[in-house]
């Protein structure tokens, strides 16, 4: 009984607008993730043309499609994903994809994350990731 006096206060109140600050901006979340014109979305495909990238299915299940040009703004995990998802699809393309998601995960400062990732990988029967 307390509970729903509690709601019906509650619902004719008016809730204040909170504003986004600056500093929550996410930068990966604003770069452009839609499939060039006139491509056909296959999963797990890098394309060169019209425009270097991989197609994927994003965390709403959308196909999106990621330029190699904004690969720098995700994370490291995410890189060993599409590494991953690459390989799926054996192709030249792909392949050289995987080289570039190799090197670009040994550059970054938080490689050792990767360590845990592998291993479990590993013991789901995943090898040479």
Do not use: W
Not at 71 to 100: C, G, W
């Amino acid at each position: 009984m307390r509970g729903t006096s509690n709601r019906a206060q509650t619902i004719g109140k008016k809730r204040k607008a909170v504003g986004q600050e600056p500093e929550d901006f996410i930068a990966a979340l604003h770069c452009n993730r839609a499939p060039p014109a006139g491509v056909k979305f296959v999963p797990n495909k890098v394309i060169k043309v019209p425009e270097y990238g991989i197609f994927f299915m994003d965390e709403l299940k959308e196909k999106a499609f990621q330029r190699v040009s904004d690969i720098h703004l995700v994370e490291t995990t995410t890189l060993l994903a599409y590494k991953l998802m690459a390989r799926n699809y054996k192709s030249p393309e792909n392949e050289e994809f995987m080289m570039l998601m190799d090197k670009m995960m040994n550059e970054r400062p938080d490689k050792h994350i990767l360590l845990t990732k592998k291993a479990k990988l590993e013991l789901m029967g995943i090898k040479e990731v």
